[in-house]
């Protein structure tokens, strides 16, 4: 199956700064990508669809100017979150692939001091 | 909206054991994918075992299969010789035929008693 890398793996940060995390496919043509959100013992939460050279669609009660998506290849998308707080603290994965096999990336951890 | 139900939050199992994970979804398709995705510590999400709806055999992987009740709309996973690396979060997922974007159940934590 495709590889997709993610960087960071795990990033720390202080409150009010913005923290920007890579998604890259390696050996597939991600034309679609997906932003997920998980917290500790919890499921996946779909945060927002990208969409190789256009705008990001957020899933309902995701903040599009706090969460900024960029996907300007197919093999780039980009999460951005911008001035981070506590509560941001989680496990941010992404993914692309087909209608019948999905490829994740490894995520990310995110800790907001 | 499709929704996916994982009713068992936690289960156990002893090695070499069979152990059964439940779930149930809700959708007004009738053509769909489902999928179980396995989590180990690491979080990596792994593939386990993918089913099309319109296809009646059950999906078989090695050890793992389901058993797919359409009309009841279920989708259990059967896991057979239970292994030590098999303890890790299980998360049954849907997705429409037409798109890529899944669905997650809750999840449910296994834990392998050697």
């Known amino acids: 199956g495709a590889v997709v890398s993610q960087h960071p793996s795990r990033v720390i940060c202080k409150s009010g700064t913005s923290v920007k995390i890579e998604c890259r496919s390696l050996?597939?043509?991600?034309?679609?990508m997906f932003w997920y959100r998980q917290f500790p013992k919890q499921s996946l939460m779909l945060m927002a669809t990208?969409?190789?050279?256009?705008?990001?669609?957020?899933e309902q009660g995701v903040e599009k100017d706090k969460f900024l998506i960029n996907h300007a290849s197919l093999t780039l998308s980009t999460l951005t979150v911008t001035s981070a707080h506590p509560e941001d603290s989680s496990f941010y994965i992404c993914?692309?692939?087909?209608?019948?096999?999905?490829?994740f990336g490894p995520g990310t951890r995110l800790t907001v001091l | 909206a499709q929704t996916v139900t994982q009713s068992q939050p936690e289960m156990s199992v002893q090695e070499a054991e069979t152990v059964t994970l439940s779930c149930t979804y809700d959708?007004?398709?009738?053509?769909?994918?489902l999928f179980w995705y396995k989590q180990p510590p690491s979080r990596q999400m792994i593939l386990v075992i993918r089913?099309?709806?319109?296809?009646?055999q059950n999906a078989t992987e090695n050890r793992f299969s389901v058993n797919f009740q359409k009309a009841a709309k279920s989708f259990s996973l059967k896991i057979s010789d239970s292994q030590l690396g098999d303890a890790a979060m299980y998360f049954c997922?849907?997705?429409?035929?037409?798109?890529?974007?899944?669905?997650f159940g809750e999840g449910t934590q296994l834990t392998v008693n050697p």
């Open positions: 993914s692309t692939g087909t209608h019948n096999e999905q490829f």
């Open positions: 050996d597939f043509q991600a034309t679609t």
């Open positions: 990208s969409n190789e050279g256009s705008k990001a669609t957020y």
């Open positions: 959708t007004s398709e009738s053509d769909y994918y």
């Open positions: 089913q099309e709806a319109y296809k009646q």
């Open positions: 997922a849907y997705r429409e035929t037409s798109g890529s974007r899944l669905t």
